[in-house]
T-cell receptor
Framework: GDSVTQMEGPVTLSEEAFLTINCTYT??????LFWYVQYPGEGLQLLLK?????DKGSNKGFEATYRKETTSFHLEKGSVQVSDSAVYFC??????????FGTGTSLTVIP | NAGVTQTPKFQVLKTGQSMTLQCAQD?????MSWYRQDPGMGLRLIHY???????DQGEVPNGYNVSRSTTEDFPLRLLSAAPSQTSVYFC??????????????FGNGTRLTVT
């Protein structure tokens, strides 16, 4: 079945450091891929998405490229801020009606 | 624009009690779903609905019931609460009823503790 695997955290970075959170997926066909962010005490919010191979999703300085050859959708940001501290979830949706989420990666950015 | 509204925000139940978690959305979304979030396990789908009158089971449906009498509302019922149901519950909705580009919109969650 479809599934998402993302790197385990927690991740702690200094402000202005480079961020990579790895995400790989297993799915038949051509799923759409998403990154969601969850701030403390809140629900998940869409951060970015990509709907076909080689698409790059971007938002708020974050980027992720849909790589079908490596079945990956790694999240990157060139310079993190304290306000980026949150839990990040990789997710996919395929031709069915179910979204599949990774287990989440907690990021803490220290000044 | 309220989006997805969940009530209550917090709830404590004793084993065997019943309750309903409420979820309402004002975006005219066809697709609605319930997830539970547990440490180290991410989000797991409990039940979902692709439209009024239609519901289906997700990954972890046991112990939970749902109904979808209107497009706006999708309540989740716990008939006899168990400690294993202690979790944070999220309701989410989406414009499309199957796959595609539409992202999920989440409520702020209900933190449930069963003692």
């Amino acid at each position: 079945g479809d599934s998402v695997t993302q790197m385990e955290g927690p991740v702690t970075l200094s402000e202005e450091a480079f961020l990579t959170i790895n995400c790989t997926y297993t799915a038949t066909g051509y799923p759409s891929l998403f990154w969601y962010v969850q701030y403390p005490g809140e629900g998940l919010q869409l951060l970015l998405k990509a709907t076909k191979a080689d698409d790059k999703g971007s938002n708020k300085g974050f980027e992720a490229t849909y790589r079908k050859e490596t079945t990956s959708f790694h999240l990157e940001k060139g310079s993190v801020q304290v306000s980026d501290s949150a839990v990040y979830f990789c997710a996919l949706v395929n031709t069915g009606n179910q979204f599949y989420f990774g287990t989440g990666t907690s990021l803490t950015v220290i000044p | 624009n309220a989006g997805v509204t969940q009530t209550p925000k917090f709830q404590v139940l004793k084993t065997g009690q019943s309750m309903t978690l409420q979820c309402a959305q004002d975006m005219n979304h066809e697709y609605m779903s319930w997830y539970r979030q547990d440490p180290g396990m991410g989000l797991r789908l409990i039940h979902y609905s692709v439209g009024a009158g239609i519901t289906d089971q997700g990954e972890v449906p046991n112990g939970y019931n749902v109904s979808r009498s209107t497009t706006e509302d999708f309540p989740l019922r716990l008939l006899s609460a168990a400690p294993s149901q202690t979790s944070v519950y999220f309701c989410a909705s989406s414009r499309d009823s199957g796959g595609g580009n539409s992202p999920l919109h989440f409520g702020n969650g209900t933190r449930l503790t069963v003692t």
